[in-house]
C-alpha cells in the first residue's frame, strides 16, 4: 500500500490544524531538538498553546524577539497508510496581554495539570502538508 | 479531564516504540526546527527509519559523527487524554553495511513512494516518556 504525497494549500493546512485538537511542538533545547505533545487552538491564523516549556526556550519564548518553532499535527492510519500532516513554522512569543491570556485560558483547557504554564502563540511564516494518497486513486 | 504525567522508564520506552508503526523524526535544517512522520522499526535498541531527509541534514546524517536527532511517538486519544508519548534523542547515522541495508530494507517498506531513499539509524543517547494517567485512578 505505497502512497504518494499530494501537497496541501496553506488554506488547507490551517482548516486541518484547526479542526485537529493536539499536535507537537518542535525546538530547540540546549542545541539539542525537542518535541513535545500539547493540545492546541487555532485564533487568526496563529497556533496558541498552553505549556511549560521550561530550560533555554522559557527565556528566548519570553522574549520580544520570541523563538522560531515547528508546530505539527498529523492524523495518519497507520493500517491504510492515509491521512495527513501539517507542519507551521513560525516565531512563538509568549501571549502577555491580559484580556488575551484571559480569554485563551478559558477556550484552552491543558490536558495536564501543570502549575504556572504560559500562553504561547505561534504565527505561522510557513505553512506545508500533505495527503497521503492512493496513486490509483489520484490518477483517477 | 485533567491528567497527571506518569513517566516511564528506559525499557517502556523501548516497547512502546517498538510497538507502534510510526513516528517523527526531528532535526535542524538550515538553523530551523523541522519535523517529518515516517514509519520505523526498532532493532537491537536502535530506531531505524528510512527517508530522504535533504537539505542540510543529507550530508551531516552521511558523515561518521553522525547528527543528533529526537525521534518521537505518541498514541494520545484526544477525547479521554489519555496515552503516552516517548522521545528518544541520539544520534542518526546513515546504514551504509550492505547486508544491514538489504535486511532493513526487507523489513521496512516506506508507506511513501520514493527515489533514492536512505537507511538511518536513530542510537537512542536519551529516551524518556510518559503516560497521561487519571490522578483518581493513580491514587487508588
Given at each position: 500500500m505505497s502512497r504518494?504525497?499530494?501537497e496541501l494549500t496553506v488554506d488547507e493546512c490551517l482548516t486541518l490544524l484547526a479542526g485537529t485538537p493536539m499536535g507537537r511542538v518542535v525546538f530547540t533545547?540546549?542545541?539539542l531538538p525537542a518535541i513535545r505533545p500539547v493540545n492546541h487552538i487555532v485564533d487568526a491564523g496563529a497556533v496558541i498553546i498552553r505549556s511549560?516549556?521550561?530550560g533555554s526556550v522559557a527565556s528566548t519564548v519570553g522574549s520580544a524577539r520570541g523563538v522560531v518553532v515547528a508546530y505539527q499535527a498529523d492524523q495518519i492510519d497507520p493500517h491504510e497508510h492515509t491521512g495527513w500532516s501539517v507542519v507551521a513554522t513560525?516565531?512563538?512569543r509568549l501571549v502577555t496581554d491580559p484580556a488575551d491570556k484571559a480569554r485563551?485560558?478559558?477556550l484552552l483547557r491543558p490536558?495536564?495539570?501543570m502549575d504556572a504554564d504560559c500562553?504561547?502563540?505561534i504565527e505561522p511564516q510557513l505553512l506545508t502538508g500533505y495527503r497521503l494518497v492512493d496513486p490509483a486513486a489520484a490518477a483517477r
Open positions: 504518494v504525497l499530494a533545547d540546549r542545541a511549560r516549556l521550561g513560525g516565531t512563538a485563551y485560558e478559558r490536558w495536564v495539570s500562553v504561547i502563540r
